[in-house]
């Protein structure tokens, strides 16, 4: 992917929360202005975010027919950034249409503004990773292995980094927030006594959704002259005991029998990612004046929704309470059947990570010739005691953000395009600044050459990725960052190679160093379409990130690592989602609860 459309960034030494979290908002009223004679309003409400200083409608609630104190089963899903003030507006109107038309013909109940910050404080609070680790370890060996032959040698290095893991103890979710405010006409007036409730959850840590269709026979019928109209409304029973509409299906006219729609929530909404929440349904008799016959209700929770379905008994009986008071032999109202259950689990990026995938980081650094002499100052390698020169600057700015996502702190750099010495060897580097100090003392000693031949260099880190594949496990992913100053001359070795690694866990990012054109390397990333081999075969995933490193010359670092990894957390659950492999340690899958996108 190219620069210069993500958002979410992380300082470096920090592990990134998600870009956004992500927000449910479900609405209810009370106490609505009656704008109607004859019966009462028909509210629905219509949601706004401000954007560069423009209301711009988000989505419209379903209409509540005859109602004063509607529960809305429509819910709206934001993306939360805790660093924006995010402009919301609530506004309620008396419909007198569709409600997905516009609302120039419906009368205006009130309105509400608010940030979303203050409906949500829901974010991800991820602590800083413990720094207090002395970065003195047991030296890996670390020394030049060229691993092909002439003057485009490459050699690498393996700096050691101590063991440490990531602390999560400090990670907190806030997951429901509820706010009430009052409902204002035009000039700040008060709408009576009218409010508006906006109930906010986090779905960021959202494992799944579940698909659910639901049937019912032999339901009581309430009207005179025709057969009942029934629809079913689905709740799950909060910590404090109250309930909470999860949805609302349609209604079936005149069918004592109906099958209705099936529908999909996500596992938060319906029982907050717990089994055992009790769940309650009620099934009703639709009247277009808002007084709707009770025709009974059943209870259950997800685990038994499970495993009723899984043993082909997945049915409930639909009682009255004042009904089973009343008569002696009564039974039920009806019964309902839940026909359909899917469930579909969904994994995180820090899902993978917490579960013990590393990220190992491999570096690859262009030496050849058009790099110019090191010892120039017009020199790309020229190193500079008061500033870091480009290749310093991209390699410590995204080595930083990697090594905390990697256990053992090993990182692998590869340098192309160099002649060598003979029984050059390099020393003990250790942590990122060790990297550095090897980089920086490889220069004098190496004579830049050429070719920049990248396809070496992509093959050789998804050998390694490759055996990484062989385990079955989300394990250890493989970032390969290439930083270069021009063409490649082996494009059509490198398309093959990109290819290829496209099935394997592994990412690559190519950052490139100086003016020159970079026209080869947009092609190698996908933005533009499928990227496709010499032989006319698909890359599999975009797993190709390019960022020109001179329209950041003069960000930070943090916005550097920012577009240089912006894109990694997709790419690691795309492609474990492809393989169908759960985090470590939650066993195995069926085919229904496999990683996948969610609704």
């Known amino acids: 992917m190219s620069l210069g459309r993500r958002r979410g960034a992380a300082a470096p030494g920090v592990v990134p929360a998600p870009r956004a979290s992500k927000?449910?908002?479900?609405?209810s009223c009370r106490h609505l202005l009656d704008r109607d004679p004859l019966t009462k309003s028909d509210p629905s409400v219509v949601l706004l975010q401000q954007s560069q200083g423009q209301w711009a409608q988000v989505g419209r609630t379903e209409v509540v027919r005859s109602s004063l104190h509607p529960v809305f089963s429509k819910v709206f899903t934001l993306d939360y950034y805790f660093e924006e003030a995010q402009k919301l507006r609530f506004e309620v109107y008396d419909t007198h249409g569709p409600s997905g038309l516009g609302c120039q013909d419906d009368d205006f109940l009130g309105g509400m503004e608010c940030t979303l910050g203050q409906v949500a404080s829901v974010w991800f609070a991820l602590s800083p990773l413990r720094r207090d680790t002395p970065l003195a370890g047991a030296g890996h060996g670390v020394g030049c292995h060229p691993w092909s032959h002439g003057p485009s040698c490459v050699w690498t290095l393996f700096p050691a980094f101590p063991p440490h893991r990531p602390d999560f103890s400090d990670v907190q979710i806030v997951a429901q927030k509820k706010m009430t405010r009052p409902l204002l006409l035009k000039f700040g007036r008060n709408a009576g006594k009218s409010t508006i409730t906006v109930i906010a959850e986090d779905i960021s840590g959202n494992n799944g959704y579940v698909e659910l269709?639901?049937?019912a026979r032999k339901l009581d019928d309430k009207d005179l002259f025709s057969k009942s109209d029934p629809f079913l409304e689905l709740f799950r029973v909060n910590d404090d005991l109250s309930e909470q509409l999860v949805y609302r299906t349609e209604v079936v006219k005149n069918n004592l029998s109906p099958?209705?729609?099936?529908?999909?929530?996500s596992l938060s909404s319906l029982c907050c990612c717990e089994e055992t929440r009790p769940l309650k349904g009620l099934v009703w008799d639709y009247d277009s004046r808002g007084k709707h016959d009770f025709i009974g209700e059943f209870s259950t929770t997800f685990l038994e929704m499970q495993t009723a379905f899984a043993e082909d008994q997945a049915q409930?009986?639909?009682?009255n309470a004042k009904y089973k008071q009343k008569k002696r032999n009564y039974k039920n109202s009806g019964v309902v059947v839940l026909a359909d259950l899917k469930l579909h689990r969904v994994y995180s990026f820090l899902d993978y990570i917490m579960g013990g995938c590393r990220i190992h980081c491999t570096v690859a650094i262009d030496f050849t010739a058009s790099n110019g002499d090191p010892r120039n100052s017009c020199s790309l390698h020229y190193i500079n005691p008061y500033q870091p020169n480009e290749y310093l600057k991209a390699l410590v700015s995204v080595g930083e953000i990697c090594q905390d996502y990697d256990s053992d702190k090993r990182f692998s750099a590869l340098g192309f395009?160099?002649?060598?010495?003979?029984k050059y060897e390099v020393g003990k580097p250790r942590g990122i600044q060790g990297v550095v100090e090897a980089y920086q003392n490889c220069l004098p000693r190496v004579q830049l050459y050429g070719?920049?031949?990248v396809a070496p260099i992509i093959s050789k880190v998804a050998r390694m990725a490759a055996a990484e594949e062989r385990t079955g496990e989300a394990s250890q992913y493989y970032i390969l960052l290439i930083l270069t100053d021009g063409v490649v001359t082996d494009m059509a070795d490198t398309r093959e190679a990109i290819v290829r690694a496209s099935h394997l866990p592994m990412s690559i990012i190519i950052v490139g160093v100086g003016n020159a054109d970079f026209t080869d390397m947009q092609i190698l990333d996908g933005d533009d379409g499928v990227l496709r081999s010499p032989r006319g075969e698909p890359a599999l995933r975009d797993i190709v990130q390019f960022v020109p490193f001179r329209e950041l010359k003069n960000a930070s670092p943090a916005a550097l690592a920012k577009c240089v990894l912006a894109e990694v957390p997709k790419?690691?659950?795309?492609?474990?989602s492809h393989r169908e492999l759960p985090p470590r340690g939650l066993g195995a899958h069926t085919p229904e609860a496999g990683p996948g996108p969610a609704p």
């Not at 409930?316 to 009682?319: M, S």
């Not at 395009?417 to 003979?422: D, L």
């Open 259 to 265: 099958v209705w729609e099936p529908f999909k929530v």
């Open 23 to 27: 927000v449910e908002l479900r609405l």
């Open 417 to 422: 395009g160099a002649r060598i010495p003979p």
């Open 451 to 453: 070719p920049t031949n």
């Open 316 to 319: 409930w009986d639909c009682v």
């Open 571 to 576: 790419q690691v659950v795309e492609y474990y």
């Open 213 to 215: 269709s639901f049937r």
